[in-house]
């Protein structure tokens, strides 16, 4: 049987396809121009974690680290690093961030230090990066300061989960109310309530 439908044509397969936003038509990298975007309410969170030895993470939780509160150089480490993402990431914008918070805790269950981090502005481009990089300095500031003591330490699991702001808006998309949910939120369900 033969197959009447016509391929798609080369410029619908390109339409399709990802596109690298940070390379030229030449393949360049370059950066983006962000000129001609709204400026919009921007956020993005991210986390990772540090595993290690309980001794060392009861050392930590024991504030006994002969090199100070790891926890506490860690979230200025954190804070500093999502201010300095730009000279850190060639083709990142430099960015006026207007909050970053960086969460860390100790997780005896896994044996680690569970870090977080967000970061907003109002602005035209995203702040993953930020957020990321806030979390990966954090992360990496911890290593340096109980490697004397742990050298089987390991940095895992750094990854955005969330972002809010821009063209793409929020991600991940919040879950989505079945139609029959929301009309009986709204008081008009199509069941009376009358039986017959």
Same mark, same amino acid.
């Given at each position: ?76 480490? *954190?804070?500093? &690093?999502? %201010? ?5 990431? #060639?083709?990142?914008? =430099?960015? +006026? ?64 989960? *969330?972002?809010? &702001?821009? %063209? ?5 998309? #919040?879950?989505?109310? =079945?139609? +029959? ?16």
């Amino acid at each position: 049987m033969s197959d009447d439908r016509e391929p798609a044509s080369s410029t619908q397969t390109a339409a399709a396809a990802p596109v690298l936003t940070h390379l030229d038509e030449d393949g360049n990298a370059a950066m983006v121009d962000v000129s001609d975007k709204s400026v919009t309410d921007r956020r993005a969170t991210a986390v990772g974690r540090v595993c290690m030895h309980a001794e060392t993470l009861r050392l930590i939780e024991a504030g006994g680290h002969k090199k100070g509160d790891v926890l506490a150089v860690a979230r200025i480490a *954190g804070i500093q &690093g999502a %201010k300095k993402c730009a000279d850190l990431i #060639p083709l990142c914008h =430099p960015l +006026a961030l207007s909050w970053i918070n960086i969460d860390l805790s100790c997780n005896r269950e896994s044996s680690s230090v569970e870090i977080s981090a967000e970061c907003r502005l109002a602005g035209r481009t995203g702040v993953e990066m930020e957020a990321l990089t806030a979390v990966s300095v954090a992360a990496l500031t911890i290593y340096d300061m109980c490697k004397a003591v742990d050298k089987d330490m390991q940095i895992e699991g750094i990854k955005v989960t *969330g972002k809010l &702001g821009g %063209k793409s808006g929020q991600w991940p998309r #919040p879950p989505q109310v =079945p139609d +029959a949910e929301v009309a009986a939120d709204d008081g008009q369900s199509t069941d009376t309530g009358k039986r017959t």
